[in-house]
């Protein structure tokens, strides 16, 4: 929205001290702000352009913590800013310095992007004492401003399309890396939101079976001193500093409705919008980090401060601050921030990033912490699709499967467990044999159901697939940081070459492996993510942490590079139609146990490749690494909210990681009567899902590292 201009005289009025943020009420603006340690709060107005400071208004009035005041006469599209005067006393936790223009927490959208400049740290980094140094430095030419909005009115809900979790695809992607190159996106809409809703892009995105869109960050991010000083920026976005707002850059028009008619345009696709959130923590970082906006309203309030010494900050994160969701006010901003876009924004859900760091208390984790147990209780929130990042960096932050019923969680032990059976590791069997069924030995608990756990094998943070395959060793170089950053632990194999090969027996292999490992995430019970790119071979060259990567390294290539690229992306498509066509792959509850039907008539009977059912000494083997299962549905089972019924079902997968063939031999009291069809066998490729292959016989020549998937239906 186009900034007004502004009266040369104004007037403020005590005006209310809710709703927090500018909010215009036809005849003028009332302006609230929470700061429970400021001495004085200055409203700073700006002319159209940003750069000219007009006037500075004094709040009037502290009601409960919150300095309000009302402009009459101001309209939607002033630019404004505060700042807010009180003890400049960093050894007990207080920073604040009017020198400084902030950022309104509530703000719903920003004049422009945030760009790394020294005069927006709040001490002297010249100073002997560091940031126990007031700077005197204004910043404000400097700082995005905030902008006031018009009302938006709420979108009925009732356009949602209101997925079930079991049939649920999920595709995590970067907004501008995922549309900065693509032919059919008109250029002024590349790597921006408004691509999402484009018509290649939604046919793209239908054509995978996708139902959902996980969106990296789109919050303002500001970058790090350390990437501005080396010429990168913060490209994933996992450094915002507020909650409300989109970052500008990924805006053509910058309002907000552009973001809210992207969703809408996916809604009538029948595909979700996920937000990844960043509610662990802000920019402004630790001690030695700026001052955009909390910090400089109430450091103390805001954020977790060290006990004894709160000059510094707790850092569960990583990142160099912990925002504090135990305080009532800031739990208020984060579900305040939650409901925004969910009501006005209309988005379906969200992944909350390292949501261990959320649930802290002063004993660490904590299963009803205030943050949790609003959620459960807000008929709002708790009716979206809710997804933990179940760990932070903090002292047992690893908390998978601990989070409430409604949650999914990203399951890295899925990831790493298909990773290391995949490439031969010993030990794999059991565990993987507990991932393909839902990970019950972490989720079947409190009432939690098989797609309590997000089944992936790559994700933004790390390798992509073709990488995966390609490289045993990070290559993060071009990070500038002398390849020390990003994981060590990739569980990778490079098929016998590091790096792009034009070796066809090394290319068909890293195909094949490619093949088996995404159909393991898409045939095992949970909610499969698959990440952009994955599905037509793009490479990072081997870096797995390219945050800051805004160029070819972290943008989505829309040429297909090679044949079996294109190959493969079709397999991809072909595999999520697989799923949905079997709904054994989609249980909405785990396997009984101790199941008491004989073999044929079980929910599940695991196979071994000697013709019979699997022994616990078959698991114990070091070296097992081929196995099958087959998946019994009785007719009517699992038949939906809307009450239909199904005829009976049985699948049948065989798994090979050995480097040789196995002759897999099918008890016939699992194969019964009827005509099996071979529906994928990853050693052919894009499968045909019409009648499939017909198999006749009782031994199945497992070809060495292949998947196979027999399928067996009668009439309903």
Not at 336 to 350: E, I, K, T
Not at 467 to 493: C, F, I, M, P
Request: glycine share 10%; proline share 8%; with cysteine.
């Amino acid at each position: 929205m186009p900034a007004r201009p502004i009266k040369s005289s104004l007037t403020i009025w005590p005006g209310a001290p809710q709703p927090l943020g500018a909010s215009f009420d036809g005849r003028g603006i009332n302006f609230a702000l929470f700061s429970a340690h400021a001495e004085k709060v200055e409203l700073c107005l700006f002319e159209p352009s940003g750069k000219k400071e007009l006037t500075r208004l004094t709040l009037p009035e502290c009601t409960a913590q919150v300095w309000h005041g009302y402009v009459p006469g101001l309209a939607p599209g002033v630019l404004y800013g505060y700042r807010v005067y009180g003890p400049f006393d960093p050894a007990r936790g207080h920073r604040f310095n009017p020198n400084k223009l902030l950022v309104d927490p509530y703000a719903r959208a920003l004049s422009g992007p945030l760009d790394w400049k020294a005069a927006n740290l709040g001490y002297d980094p010249a100073s002997p004492e560091k940031d126990l140094s007031l700077d005197p430095r204004d910043n404000a030419r400097y700082m995005p401003k905030s902008v006031v909005l018009a009302p938006c009115a709420p979108v009925s809900p009732k356009t949602a399309p209101r997925t079930p979790w079991q049939q649920t695809l999920i595709y995590e992607l970067h907004v501008a890396g995922f549309t900065h190159t693509h032919p059919e996106v008109p250029a002024i809409f590349r790597g921006t939101l408004g691509a999402l809703s484009t018509p290649a892009v939604i046919a793209y995105l239908k054509s995978l079976g996708v139902t959902a869109v996980e969106l990296l960050p789109i919050h303002p991010v500001a970058t790090e001193n350390h990437l501005a000083s080396k010429g990168l920026r913060n490209f994933w976005g996992y450094n915002p500093y507020n909650f409300f707002s989109v970052e500008p850059r990924l805006l053509t028009t910058g309002s907000l409705l552009e973001f809210r008619t992207t969703v809408q345009h996916l809604h009538d696709e029948g595909i979700e919008v996920l937000l990844d959130v960043v509610y662990n923590h802000t920019a402004e970082g630790d001690h030695l980090g700026p001052t955009l906006s909390f910090r400089g309203i109430d450091n103390q309030s805001y954020y977790r401060l060290r006990p004894g010494e709160p000059r510094f900050y707790q850092n569960e994160s990583g990142c160099g601050n912990t925002l504090n969701l135990n305080h009532p006010r800031v739990l208020q901003l984060v579900l305040d921030s939650l409901r925004h876009w969910v009501q006005v924004l209309q988005v379906d859900g969200f992944r909350f990033d390292l949501a261990a760091t959320l649930t802290r208390g002063e004993k660490g984790f904590e299963p009803e912490s205030p943050f949790l147990s609003a959620l459960q209780a807000d008929p709002v929130l708790s009716s979206v699709k809710l997804i933990a990042e179940p760990w932070d960096l903090g002292a047992e932050g690893y908390r998978i499967g601990r989070f409430p019923q409604n949650w999914g969680e990203w399951n890295d032990q899925f990831r790493d467990t298909l990773r290391r059976f995949w490439r031969g590791d010993p030990n794999s069997l059991g565990p993987l044999a507990s991932r393909i069924t839902g990970s019950s030995d972490l989720f079947e608990h409190n009432g939690r159901q098989p797609f309590s756990s997000v089944n992936f094998v790559c994700a933004h943070d790390g390798f992509t697939l073709e990488d995966l395959v390609s490289y045993e060793h990070k290559h993060n170089e071009a990070n500038q940081e002398q390849n020390r950053d990003g994981t060590d632990s990739n569980y990778s194999w490079n098929c016998g070459m590091e790096g792009p090969s034009s070796d066809p027996k090394i290319r068909a292999l890293r195909t094949r492996y490619k093949r088996n490992l995404l159909a393991t995430v898409f045939l095992s019970q949970g909610v499969p993510m698959l990440t952009a790119g994955d599905e037509r071979g793009r490479s990072q060259l081997g870096n797995n942490n390219p945050y800051c990567q805004d160029n070819e390294i972290g943008w989505m290539s829309w040429e297909i590079s090679h044949p079996d690229h294109g190959e493969f992306l079709e397999f991809v498509k072909r595999l999520s139609q697989l799923r949905m066509k079997h709904r054994g792959f989609r249980r909405s509850r785990f396997f009984r146990r101790n199941d008491p039907q004989p073999m044929g008539k079980k929910e599940i009977t695991w196979l071994g490749p000697e013709g019979r059912e699997m022994t616990e000494a078959d698991w114990a083997l070091p070296f097992g690494r081929c196995f099958g299962f087959h998946l019994h549905l009785p007719a009517g089972e699992n038949g939906g909210t809307s009450g239909e019924t199904h005829g009976e079902e049985d699948v049948i997968v065989l798994m090979n990681a050995h480097s040789e063939p196995i002759a897999f031999h099918l008890p016939p009291e699992v194969l019964g009567n009827g005509v099996w069809h071979v529906e994928l066998d990853t050693v052919q490729g894009a499968p045909d899902f019409g009648a499939g292959t017909s198999w006749p016989g009782t031994v199945y020549t497992l070809a060495e590292r292949a998947l196979v998937v027999l399928h067996r239906r009668n009439a309903p």
